[in-house]
């Protein structure tokens, strides 16, 4: 009570110390009422996954046709930034944590962030990215990689406004993608959100095979920073 009575101590600090949730109203966040959005002709993201892509994803591509969301399941899209350092929107190792206050609170909320995520596992974009760690050239977002975050200037559409690593290379953000379906699915009982992201699922655990490198079913580490867990 001393400190909330305190005029000297800054409103935000209070609500800091008191609440973490502050972070979801004053920490950067945008709430639509919508889960349709509206797809640029430009748009390099390819839902419909065609065969002859020529993605570096090790896993075989795969259709994804969610079902219809009703108006009771529909909370629209939501979004929050990593931080005031980091603007970029729904970064997932941060998410990993974040998202046990959403399940808990506002179990619709933290499905659609899910969703999407879902969505984005099976969209590429093969725009040419440099890396700022070591200066080298990749792909934006690959089929089968967990996207880093939802982006940053067209969120949703430019998936991975990260580029100091190639996360595409990760090996801790496919992981946490399932055990949070499993936990969000066993927490909610939502059939229909486990057969909407069912084929991501699948699909971000096979492209993980590829980090096994010597048949023992345990990925090893690539020799540079390609986790977050020190997040």
């Not at 399940?103 to 659609?112: M, R």
């Not at 406004?161 to 993608?177: C, E, G, Q, V």
């Not at 059939?191 to 084929?199: A, K, L, N, Q």
Request: hydrophobic share 40%; proline share 5%; with cysteine.
């Amino acid at each position: 009570m001393p400190i909330l009575h305190d005029d000297r101590l800054p409103e935000w600090y209070k609500i800091t110390l008191f609440n973490e949730l502050y972070f979801l109203v004053a920490g950067g966040t945008v709430w639509i009422d919508s889960d349709c959005l509206v797809v640029n002709d430009n748009d390099k993201l390819n839902p419909s996954l065609p065969e002859d892509s020529d993605c570096s994803s090790a896993v075989p591509l795969i259709g994804f046709t969610p079902h219809e969301i009703d108006n009771k399941e529909n909370v629209g899209k939501f979004l929050y930034l990593e931080g005031v350092e980091y603007f970029m929107w729904c970064t997932y190792d941060v998410h990993f944590y974040a998202s046990f206050a959403l399940l808990d609170l506002f179990p619709k909320i933290e499905l659609s962030i899910q969703r999407d995520f879902a969505r984005a596992v099976l969209r590429e974009d093969k725009t040419r990215v440099r890396f700022l760690a070591d200066g080298t050239w990749g792909t934006r977002k690959v089929i089968g990689a967990v996207a880093h975050d939802l982006g940053a200037h067209d969120p949703w559409h430019e998936l991975n406004a990260y580029n100091i690593h190639d996360t595409s290379r990760w090996k801790d953000l496919n992981p946490k993608f399932v055990l949070q379906i499993y936990r969000d699915f066993a927490a909610t009982g939502d059939i229909s959100f486990c057969m909407d992201v069912w084929p991501a699922v699948c699909t971000a655990m096979e492209y993980m095979g590829q980090f096994d490198h010597d048949g023992d079913d345990m990925i090893e580490n690539d020799g540079f920073p390609d986790q977050t867990y020190d997040a």
